[in-house]
């Protein structure tokens, strides 16, 4: 049973460019969230995803967006690339109700903006 | 707003001792509480949750007990081994069920031989 894969596992990026990053959930899983994890913090909600749409956004600016398809697999785009947002990026899937059955996570796309 | 506070690490222990790590939550309603690990270089892994006041979780030895009335949720095993090193993270699930997950900053356990 495959879990959650995350496209690329690492990637390096100049300050303005956009990057994509990908995530396939969980087989059986419909819901997809992004985190971000700074070194040597906890992650931190960036958004969520159910039924195509952006059910939930965290504190983050408009240069952070995503996408849904119909297969519940995801995208997140980050565009105007800064130095802060070097991180791990983590996808999480889950049913619907995630706050009782939990989250399985990706191993994350190691993002270096240089 | 809502939010975990564990202990700061990191923590180093000999092979076999007693572990805990504490972890207390602010939050409205009633949150999900979980324990997460994650391994060098690796994603998050659910280590155990909670879904409801005294609901103990326990996986692999370790083991945690959703207290409403401290807050807390700390993270316990009976005798570590070398390969639990590693950061854990405590979380609760927002109440407005969404789904979304608030962390810790985690805590690095370090298991010597």
């Known amino acids: 049973d495959a879990g959650v894969t995350q496209s690329p596992t690492h990637l390096i990026k100049t300050r303005g460019q956009q990057v994509t990053l990908r995530c396939s959930p969980k087989?059986?899983?419909?819901?997809v969230s992004w985190y971000q994890q700074a070194l040597g913090q906890g992650p931190q909600f960036i958004f969520q995803?159910?039924?195509?749409?952006?059910?939930q956004r965290g504190n983050f600016p408009d240069r952070f967006s995503g996408h849904q398809f119909p297969n519940y697999s995801s995208e997140l785009n980050v565009n105007a690339l800064l130095l802060g947002d070097s991180a791990l990026y983590l996808c999480a899937s889950s049913l619907v109700a995630g706050r009782v059955y939990g989250y399985t996570f990706g191993s994350g796309t190691r993002l270096t903006v240089v | 707003g809502d939010s975990v506070t564990q202990m700061e690490g990191p923590v180093t222990l000999s092979e076999e001792a007693f572990l805990t790590i504490n972890c207390t939550y602010t939050a409205t309603g009633y949150p999900s509480l979980f324990w997460y690990v994650q391994y060098p270089g690796e994603g998050l892994q659910l280590l155990l949750k909670?879904?409801?006041?005294?609901d103990k979780g326990s996986n692999k030895g370790f083991e945690a007990t959703y207290r409403k009335e401290t807050t807390s949720f700390h993270l316990e095993k009976g005798s570590v081994q070398v390969s639990d090193s590693a950061v854990y993270f405590c979380?609760?699930?927002?109440?407005?069920?969404?789904?979304?997950?608030?962390f810790g900053q985690g805590t690095t356990l370090q298991v010597k031989p």
């Open positions: 909670a879904t409801k006041a005294d």
């Open positions: 087989s059986g899983h419909d819901t």
């Open positions: 979380a609760l699930s927002d109440p407005s069920n969404t789904g979304k997950l608030i």
């Open positions: 995803y159910y039924e195509e749409e952006e059910r």
